[in-house]
């Protein structure tokens, strides 16, 4: 989110300026017992959480010294403690993404070294990982190539956004400006419940029903198939689709409706020509998060799919399923070791890449939305 | 569909003219239509028997054919002024797309299978065919525009299967390195369906008299019938799990006094009046029923787990988001970061806790690596709907208070967190419905063996123990591996055939696992949303 509101007032010195200047106010106004406190407080969870990194044993004791003061602070200064603690509790948000982000590229940097190419002469690491398609963990040349499960996770995303994307749009129209009251009060609930629906019952029922069902349809050797792992994951990611874009259609402001309905158009002229644009860049936001729900969809894909990791021939061979970037993590964690293990953290790298990037992508969407419907961000 | 077409009577309040019963018998015919392809999809009926002493194909194709010929008849009659309609000069880009489609495949897929041209001319045959029927779409007027290029679609669909050109016996060998074709049982009621989607949207517009009424019908039977249909297909699942499920799920149930598994309420010892081995036993050598217990109770710990640690810190940010931190690049990276992760796909996660939490937590999977994972799960769904419920908090509560002379902490702590307490409370039991289903994060970071022994279901607050080296408190029980609800049925499902020798029916027992975890995950959605009924009842009767 780079053009944001506060940045045209003198950008991150004049924000450090500030924030030292409420720190040194806050210290000043502060009664020197109450920052004691805060101070064991916020060092004692510091340590707490360096002793954690560390694996030490340890890590107890400055927990506990940090729980202490923190019952004494809530007790004699409960209005200082709160909001250390609600700070606290915030950075540990980012913590938690910061920690995610630096244990699965940590991870995975063995196999990224192991993989390495040479190109015009210069070693590029990790680049043998998509230059060519072969995984092969037991017998040598021992590769670990990610084209296979790249080339699997595109076909089912694919899919699986022409099946989610129109009908939960249409769902979401239906949803905000269609539905009399009493319908939308059941449809709504129902939608939730779709998305409630564990992705291993799903998996499950694609497993037993719809694999035999599509194996003898299009008469292909063992079950398994892109198109229908597609098609459940399509329908998991739905629910997704709808909720957001539901939201964005109703956040188009009442007025710019019935301005249009007064004008003497149909509902259907007026969604069209009024509600969608306003709303495009919300709906196209919900899309993609359907879109990445549908990438980091694991379980349905692990349970369908054939676990072997190759291509499919040809490549628009959508009768065969073979293997995603979710399903061989969930399928090979167990006996792998090593270096295979670390490549399971590469696929979990360039997943877990996409999506955040698809996220943001989506929250800059839905802000830029917000912001030219003139509502509050 | 009967619902669209209803609907369709609803919508436009007219009085029937003979020529709007046509229109209305082609929607109903398109109903009747949609429902057979349906049902042969899934064959409930089967393509080379006969239906009403028709043989089923020659039915369907002589049923799209009339279809057909009713749109275009119905198009071409207005066209000349013999039906009453109200047309626009051209019916659309997005109707010319939309027509273009269906013609494309069908042109590419003759051209070059059908008369053997190949890949380049099908190609060009393909664009050729979309290009007429946009062209057809587009350029006349509405009446026509919108209802010929259809109209031939479902009748040449029609003929073709009406004609026996594509039996119940055809097959299209695709010739791929990897075997696949493409045989009639699965193109004739898909195709029967896309052209009767058409065709229902074409006799819709049709009756509606065309134009702005027209476009508003065509569009309101598919929005109509694409939201029956979602939940339809829900309640189909649903039923489906439970009835694949009660045979296993009951199998060995009593009911009767002193029937049941004694246990202890509140210091007293009962004997329960109901049997139902399959969510009281675990798995053992000698029991008459098996069951998964142990699961359940794993299931059950996890999400305590997780709730405990993932609810505090969550209302704690968003505490600290809506009412200390001033609205800046602080709180937007909080946010993006907050979106992020609860986008970030679960089995991430479970590498996550795989890399992080299990070398901390004695170096093996462990309940306790389950817990934490799935707490970082649920965190960002308690910090994003408690937000949403604080910042739904009128502020003239918070002024009110802070006219009175509290100070911050005491206005948040009793005045914003009990008004925003519905909001947090139904988002948190949404989410943890959701964490309650996932295997993936568990997969890597707890779940152990297939089959757990009724031994070793955990009882977490039992095995406290005090140690005298640091940490100074042990939990056995915490650092096992156990199985879960979701992990269970995933391990029965990769089990396969060897799954005999321990369970009587593996199939059945497989699918009362999948009951079971569906009516857990189910109960909490349930209980979610009536909570947020019953406070949106209570506010309004405020």
Do not use: C
């Amino acid at each position: 989110m780079a053009p944001v509101t506060d940045s045209e007032s003198g950008g991150i010195p004049s924000a450090v300026s500030t924030q030292l200047r409420r720190t040194r106010e806050f210290v000043d106004e502060t009664e020197p017992p109450a920052l004691a406190i805060i101070a064991v407080m916020t060092l004692s969870l510091f340590a707490a959480l360096v002793g954690f990194l560390a694996v030490s044993d340890l890590t107890i004791v400055p927990f506990v010294v940090f729980l202490g003061t923190a019952a004494i602070g809530w007790v004699r200064y409960q209005e200082e403690t709160a909001y250390v603690i609600a700070l606290a509790m915030t950075v540990s948000t980012i913590l938690i993404l910061g920690l995610i982000i630096v244990f699965i590229f940590r991870e995975s940097v063995p196999v990224i070294r192991y993989e390495s190419a040479t190109v015009y002469g210069v070693t590029v690491p990790g680049l043998r990982m998509f230059i060519q398609p072969n995984w092969d963990a037991v017998s040598p040349p021992i590769r670990y190539s990610m084209v296979p499960m790249i080339h699997g996770t595109v076909m089912v995303t694919l899919i699986a956004s022409t099946v989610a994307a129109p009908l939960g749009v249409s769902a979401a129209l239906f949803l905000s400006e269609i539905a009399p009251a009493t319908v939308r009060e059941v449809v709504k609930p129902g939608v939730e419940i779709l998305a409630g629906i564990p992705s291993i019952v799903y998996g499950f029922i694609g497993f037993t029903v719809l694999g035999p069902w599509a194996s003898d349809q299009f008469q292909t050797t063992g079950q398994g198939s892109y198109l229908f792992v597609g098609i459940v994951v399509g329908l998991m990611a739905l629910p997704t689709v709808v909720s957001v874009a539901e939201d964005a259609l109703s956040s188009v402001p009442e007025s710019m409706k019935s301005g249009s309905l007064a004008m003497g158009t149909t509902d259907w002229q007026t969604m069209t020509s009024i509600t969608l644009p306003a709303a495009f860049s919300g709906v196209s936001a919900a899309v993609l998060l359907g879109v990445g729900r549908a990438i980091g969809e694991t379980m349905a894909a692990t349970v369908m799919l054939r676990g072997v990791p190759r291509l499919t021939e040809p490549l628009v061979n959508v009768f065969y399923g073979q293997e995603t970037l979710t399903s061989i993590i969930a399928r090979n964690y167990g006996e792998a070791d090593g270096l295979q293990m670390d490549a399971l953290f590469v696929a979990g790298a360039i997943l877990f890449v996409t999506v955040l990037v698809i996220s943001v992508g989506a929250q800059y969407i839905e802000w830029r939305m917000h912001k030219r419907l003139g509502g509050e961000i | 569909m009967a619902g669209a077409s209803r609907t369709g009577g609803n919508l436009v309040e007219k009085e029937t003219t003979e020529t709007d019963a046509v229109a209305a018998v082609a929607i109903g015919l398109s109903a009747v239509l949609f429902a057979l392809a349906i049902a042969a999809m899934f064959e409930r009926i089967s393509l080379t028997g006969t239906l009403a002493g028709v043989e089923t194909v020659t039915l369907l194709g002589g049923l799209l054919t009339a279809l057909g010929v009713a749109v275009i008849a119905f198009g071409v009659g207005s066209r000349f002024g013999s039906v009453e309609t109200d047309p626009d000069p051209s019916a659309g880009i997005i109707a010319g797309g939309g027509a273009a489609v269906p013609w494309v495949v069908i042109g590419g897929a003759v051209a070059s299978e059908t008369l053997g041209f190949g890949t380049a001319v099908g190609a060009v045959a393909a664009v050729a065919a979309g290009a007429v029927a946009f062209a057809a779409t587009v350029l006349p007027r509405e009446d026509v525009g919108s209802t010929l290029p259809l109209g031939s679609l479902l009748a040449v669909t029609g003929l073709v299967f009406f004609t026996g050109v594509i039996g119940p016996t055809w097959v299209w060998e695709l010739g791929w390195a990897q075997q696949a074709a493409i045989t009639a049982e699965f193109l004739i009621p898909v195709a029967t369906l896309f052209t009767t989607l058409y065709g229902g949207w074409a006799s819709a517009k049709a009756y509606g008299g065309f134009g702005a009424r027209g476009r508003h019908m065509g569009a309101y039977v598919l929005v109509y019938l694409n939201a029956i249909s979602i939940v339809a297909f829900l309640f189909t699942l649903v039923a489906y799990v439970v009835v694949q499920g009660v045979p296993g799920l009951l199998n060995g149930a009593d009911i009767g006094l002193g029937t049941g598994p004694e246990t202890t309420i509140l210091g007293v010892s009962v004997t329960l009046p109901v049997s139902v081995p399959f969510v009281m036993n675990g798995v053992a050598l000698f029991n008459d029923f098996q069951g998964v217990l142990p699961a359940i109770v794993g299931t059950v710990w996890l999400v305590i787990g997780a709730v405990l640690l993932a609810v505090p810190l969550g209302v704690g940010a968003a505490v600290f988001l809506t009412e200390y931190a001033d609205r800046g690049r602080f709180t937007q990276v909080v946010e993006v970061a907050t979106n992020g992760l609860w986008s970030t796909p679960s089995i991430v996660f479970g590498l996550f806790g795989f890399a992080f939490l299990i070398p901390r937590f004695g170096n093996g999977k462990s309940l306790l690596s389950g817990m934490i994972t799935l707490g970082f799960m649920l965190l960002p769904l308690v910090v994003i709907t408690s937000r949403e419920a604080m910042l739904s908090v009128p502020d003239e509560y918070r002024d009110a208070s802070a006219a009175l002379g509290v100070s911050k902490w005491q206005t948040i702590r009793s005045v914003v967190l009990p008004a925003a307490l519905p909001g947090v409370v139904t988002g948190v039991i949404l989410g943890v419905g959701r964490i309650a289903g996932e295997t993936a994060p568990i997969l890597l970071t707890m779940a152990g063996g297939t089959f757990i022994p009724e031994s070793q279901t955990v009882d977490v607050i039992g095995s406290f123990q005090f140690t005298s080296a640091p940490p100074f408190v042990a939990n056995p029980a915490l650092l096992e591996a156990t199985s879960a609800l979701p992990y269970q049925l995933y391990a029965l499902i990769t089990a396969g055939v060897g799954l005999g020798s321990s369970v009587s029916d593996p199939n059945a027992f497989r699918w009362a696992t999948a009951l079971i975890l569906l009516i857990v995950v189910l109960s909490f959605y349930a209980i979610g949303i009536a909570t947020r009924y019953y406070f949106r009842r209570r506010l309004r009767h405020n």
